[in-house]
T-cell receptor
Framework: GENVEQHPSTLSVQEGDSAVIKCTYS??????FPWYKQELGKRPQLIID?????GEKKDQRIAVTLNKTAKHFSLHITETQPEDSAVYFC????????????FGSGTQLTVLP | EAGVAQSPRYKIIEKRQSVAFWCNPI?????LYWYQQILGQGPKLLIQ????????DSQLPKDRFSAERLKGVDSTLKIQPAKLEDSAVYLC?????????????FGSGTQLSVL
């Protein structure tokens, strides 16, 4: 079935450094790739998304890149701050009429002050 | 804009008991999803509704789980009887269906502990 793999599972960075999280997907017809941030005990919140007709998208300190040929996409956070500490999930919407999202297993990001 | 509402926030039950969760999606969102999130994992889809019809329930353990969305708005998810491995956060999410601006929004979830 459809699969999304996410790496690394944990990531620690110093405040001010950059963080990169990578995901690969299995269905080459996938067309939508969102990223969610989940703080402890809270709901996953959409922070940025990208569609298959775009290679890169930025929103202030966060950016997402998509390589359709290699079937992978990445989240980049620059100038990290302690409030960026959370679990980040990537997801992919696979082809088909149901338009469901399949999620990666998550990355625990810790920004050290 | 009001978000996706879920209740209860927490539930503790013993194995073999039954439990029900409630979800009210964002107004106007035709599509409603129930996800199960086991600690340390990503959300896993259980069932997807489009209005009051089921689009996909292929990953719903139908021997014990059931869900309904009778009037195409609110939804309930039931587990009967519960097993220890059902301990998880149950997330409801909603979206519009189709179009360039389709995005998925989650509720705060119900944390279920089965003892």
């Amino acid at each position: 079935g459809e699969n999304v793999e996410q790496h690394p599972s944990t990531l620690s960075v110093q405040e001010g450094d950059s963080a990169v999280i990578k995901c690969t997907y299995s269905d080459s017809a996938s067309n939508y790739f969102p990223w969610y941030k989940q703080e402890l005990g809270k709901r996953p919140q959409l922070i940025i998304d990208i569609r298959s007709n775009v290679g890169e998208k930025k929103d202030q300190r966060i950016a997402v890149t998509l390589n359709k040929t290699a079937k992978h996409f990445s989240l980049h956070i620059t100038e990290t701050q302690p409030e960026d500490s959370a679990v980040y999930f990537c997801a992919a919407r696979f082809s088909g009429s149901a338009r469901q999202l399949t999620f990666g297993s998550g990355t625990q990001l810790t920004v050290l002050p | 804009e009001a978000g996706v509402a879920q209740s209860p926030r927490y539930k503790i039950i013993e194995k073999r008991q039954s439990v029900a969760f409630w979800c009210n999606p964002i107004s106007g969102h035709a599509t409603l999803y129930w996800y199960q999130q086991i600690l340390g994992q990503g959300p896993k889809l259980l069932i997807q509704f489009q209005n009051n019809g089921v689009v996909d329930d292929s990953q719903l353990p139908k021997d014990r789980f059931s869900a309904e969305r009778l009037k195409g708005v609110d939804s309930t998810l039931k587990i009967q009887p519960a097993k220890l491995e059902d301990s998880a956060v149950y997330l409801c999410a909603s979206s519009t269906f189709g179009g360039a601006n389709e995005k998925l929004f989650f509720g705060s979830g119900t944390q279920l502990s089965v003892l």
